[in-house]
């Protein structure tokens, strides 16, 4: 049965049958077999099929959401096992963001190559999107959704993110009481001047909220660096605030947004390796619990 839930584990990922037999190298009927095999050991339908798309019903969602995350590392455990007894090493090529090790400053890939010594890391940091055909990158970690067609996407978690200003700035601007006095300010974040979603405590239901920018860069530091300015109030996520070095404050600390989101991708067209599985697996487990 572990081996049928790891399949139907990778054809949740890939969106349908067809993509998944080309990334498993395993015929669509066989994988169709094994799944309905699968789902009568279990007693339950765990995809809704139709002619053009592949859903999870409610018990197949509750089945990926917990079994996902523990069969990659299973997986990818025994790949390792198996490598390190042939004597192989891995050097494996990652894109991030550029600001990537300003939200993730706590020992984020530092932790995977303690936990897995014999892989290598070559970290690359840019915005553009890579071409997994013609550069060795093999993964992308992003904080936009990929627009490439030949790849897989996994959306792996909603940043949140919260509101900080300078001492001064709110003296002579006076503090926020609630969401909707945002519009009264200057607002720095990565969005321009596009509304924001506030989630309202306690209840999961988001407010939208239009602001006001006088200053937007892409730039963490560049945030941070303008509301200890005194240029207004920075959206920034709760992780990076610990850059600010105590010269922001946080208000409206009952609230939060989650407009930016984290994925994780890589190529349709070659499987991946045992180290490339290792970090996208150990990457979707560390976002998650981080978002």
Same mark, same amino acid.
């Given at each position: 049965m572990?081996?049928d839930?790891?399949?139907?584990v $990778?054809?949740?990922?890939? #969106?349908?049958?067809?993509?998944?037999?080309k990334q498993l190298?395993?015929?669509?009927?066989?994988?169709?077999?094994?799944?309905?095999g699968?789902?009568n050991?279990?007693?339950?339908?765990?995809?809704?099929?139709?002619?053009?798309?592949l859903?999870?019903?409610?018990?197949?969602e509750?089945?990926?959401?917990?079994?996902?995350?523990?069969?990659?590392?299973?997986?990818?455990?025994?790949?390792?096992?198996?490598s390190?007894?042939? #004597?192989?090493?891995?050097?494996?090529?990652i $894109?991030v963001?550029?600001?990537?090790f300003e939200?993730?400053?706590?020992?984020?890939?530092?932790?995977?190559?303690?936990?897995?010594?014999?892989?290598?890391?070559?970290?690359h940091?840019?915005?553009?999107?890579?071409?997994?055909d013609? &550069?060795?990158?093999?993964?992308?970690?992003?904080?936009?959704k990929?627009g490439m067609?030949?790849?897989t996407?996994h959306?792996v978690?909603?940043?949140?993110?919260?509101?900080?200003?300078?001492?001064?700035?709110l003296?002579?601007?006076?503090?926020?009481?609630t969401?909707?006095?945002?519009?009264?300010?200057?607002?720095?974040?990565? #969005?321009g001047e596009?509304?924001?979603?506030?989630?309202?405590?306690? &209840? #999961?239901?988001?407010l939208?909220?239009? /602001?006001?920018?006088?200053?937007?860069?892409?730039?963490?530091?560049?945030? /941070?660096d303008? +509301?200890?300015?005194?240029?207004? /109030?920075?959206?920034?996520?709760e $992780?990076?605030a610990?850059? +600010? &070095?105590?010269?922001?404050t946080?208000?409206?600390?009952?609230y939060?947004?989650?407009?930016?989101?984290?994925y +994780?991708?890589?190529?349709?067209?070659?499987k991946?390796s045992?180290?490339?599985?290792a970090?996208?697996?150990?990457?979707i487990?560390?976002?998650?619990? /981080?978002?």
């Amino acid at each position: 049965m572990f081996d049928d839930i790891s399949l139907f584990v $990778q054809i949740v990922r890939a #969106g349908n049958f067809s993509k998944a037999s080309k990334q498993l190298g395993m015929p669509a009927n066989t994988l169709s077999r094994r799944l309905s095999g699968l789902e009568n050991k279990l007693g339950t339908l765990l995809f809704s099929r139709s002619t053009r798309s592949l859903s999870c019903t409610p018990d197949g969602e509750r089945l990926y959401k917990w079994s996902g995350v523990n069969i990659d590392s299973l997986d990818t455990a025994v790949n390792f096992i198996r490598s390190g007894k042939q #004597g192989e090493n891995e050097k494996v090529h990652i $894109q991030v963001p550029t600001n990537f090790f300003e939200i993730f400053q706590n020992s984020f890939f530092f932790e995977l190559l303690k936990f897995y010594p014999e892989l290598e890391l070559d970290i690359h940091v840019s915005d553009d999107e890579p071409d997994f055909d013609h &550069s060795p990158i093999k993964l992308l970690l992003s904080t936009q959704k990929p627009g490439m067609n030949n790849c897989t996407t996994h959306k792996v978690c909603n940043l949140a993110s919260g509101f900080y200003a300078s001492e001064a700035y709110l003296e002579q601007h006076g503090t926020p009481a609630t969401p909707e006095e945002l519009a009264n300010h200057h607002c720095i974040y990565r #969005g321009g001047e596009k509304p924001i979603n506030v989630l309202l405590p306690y &209840s #999961g239901i988001s407010l939208p909220v239009r /602001i006001k920018s006088r200053f937007t860069t892409n730039s963490t530091s560049g945030i /941070i660096d303008a +509301a200890e300015q005194g240029l207004g /109030i920075a959206i920034i996520n709760e $992780q990076s605030a610990n850059l +600010a &070095s105590r010269k922001i404050t946080r208000i409206l600390s009952q609230y939060q947004t989650c407009d930016e989101e984290l994925y +994780a991708a890589y190529s349709n067209n070659k499987k991946l390796s045992a180290g490339e599985k290792a970090v996208f697996n150990y990457a979707i487990a560390r976002m998650t619990t /981080i978002g």
